[in-house]
């Protein structure tokens, strides 16, 4: 409600941006980047910080979160 006040179309055209359900936002990030078809190296794989990757997508602006329980985050691709 918060993100889009009393206009229902903006909240349903929201719904058209909908990434899914992730139990947190590294999770995301980490599924998104090997979605991509993104290699990683073995050897580099622990060295990845996924939070801080999702950290940075939501700063930026390029995604928004509502989080509706223990490890039950709803990810959402901003316009």
Do not use: K
Request: aromatic fraction near 16%.
């Amino acid at each position: 409600h918060r993100h889009f006040g009393d206009d229902l179309e903006q909240a349903r055209a929201a719904f058209d941006d909908y990434a899914g359900e992730y139990r947190s936002i590294a999770d995301f990030a980490e599924e998104l980047t090997r979605e991509c078809g993104t290699e990683i190296p073995a050897s580099l794989q622990y060295y990845i910080d996924w939070d801080a990757m999702g950290r940075d997508m939501e700063l930026n602006g390029d995604i928004f979160t509502v989080e509706t329980g223990f490890d039950q985050i709803h990810i959402f691709w901003s316009r």
